[in-house]
């Protein structure tokens, strides 16, 4: 485990079957505590300030399982903060960053360290694909390297709910040694990464 | 209800929210339904709502959880309604 981690997490905005999930009782009961139920009645745009509390708890899961290991996951037991500055589970608190763009909201979970994070309209790629792309291109001139360098592996590992272990940035075949978060959804991509000076 | 009719329904249930048809179309119990269905994490949500209103069950967080697999929301339904 490195010493600092990250998590992200994107949201289209435009899909369609998500347009009135911030006035369908159920959904938020299942995925908000009853502060961030309090909170998001009292949020402007509450489209907005749902998803991103949903992207918001994603990105912490994404994070925690680099830091305990295959947690169970339910929303609730992911807590943020009213003001979206920080998610907060089973005692620890993690910095939060949220960021809106046309038709995306990205979060950004860490655990104080600087990162660096890109999103992306993809263009023609698969999504998973697009994004360790985009990923490439943040990482390369980081690491100061080519991006042909670099490569996003994930082992097997059955004990995650897609058998596969978080993934891990490769330079040149060795592992890069900073960590590294990839999201997709719909037709946007983000890749985020803690900046190597923060490193273990 | 038989193993084999709710892995109908919920093949049924999962049709809108498969970004992937194409695996749905021959999915059998032991398809993911985030990996192999792409049925995204908010979708999931919808799912395990939809399961719920369909069969009249509440499901708990950690049982939704569980859910990976067709097999997984097949059997999880068996749990709360008998066959």
New interface residues.
């Given amino acids: 485990m490195y010493r600092h981690s990250v998590g992200n997490d994107i ?1 289209d905005l435009g899909e369609p ?2 347009l009135r ?1 911030h006035r369908c009782e ?2 938020i009961d ?2 908000c505590t009853p502060g961030e139920r309090r909170a998001l009645n009292r949020a402007q745009e509450p489209k907005l300030y749902l998803w991103s509390l ?1 992207a918001a708890k ?1 990105a912490a899961f994404k994070l925690v399982v680099k830091r305990l290991g295959p947690v ?6 992911f807590v943020v903060r009213d003001d979206l500055h920080a998610v907060d589970y089973r005692g620890a608190s993690y910095p939060l960053r949220i960021d809106v763009g046309s038709g995306w909201v990205h979060a950004l979970a860490g655990t104080g360290a600087p990162v660096a994070f890109r999103v992306r309209q993809r263009s023609g790629a698969q999504s998973s694909q697009a994004a360790r792309q985009l990923l490439g291109e943040l990482a390369a001139p980081i690491l100061r390297c080519e991006p042909a360098s670099l490569c996003v592996a994930r082992a097997y590992a059955p004990e995650y ?3 596969l272990a978080p993934p891990v940035l490769l330079r040149s075949g060795e592992p890069a040694r900073l960590d590294i978060s990839l999201s997709h ?1 719909g037709p946007f991509v983000a890749a985020a990464l803690v900046r190597p000076s923060d490193r273990e | 209800m038989t193993p084999d009719e709710l892995f109908e329904q919920v093949i049924a249930i999962l049709k ?2 498969t970004k992937a048809p194409e695996a749905l179309a021959v999915a059998k119990m032991e398809t ?1 339904i ?2 192999d269905l792409k049925v ?4 999931l ?2 799912v ?2 939809e399961i719920e209103d369909r069969f009249d069950i509440a499901i708990k ?2 049982e ?2 569980g859910v ?1 697999t067709i097999g997984d929301a097949v059997s999880l339904i068996l749990a709360h309604v008998p066959a």
């Fill in positions: 949201i079957a998500i999930h159920r959904f299942r995925v949903f994603e169970p996951f339910a929303h609730r037991s709910w897609d058998a959804d | 809108p929210y993911s985030l990996a995204n994490s908010a979708r949500v919808d395990v709502l967080d950690e939704a959880d990976r």
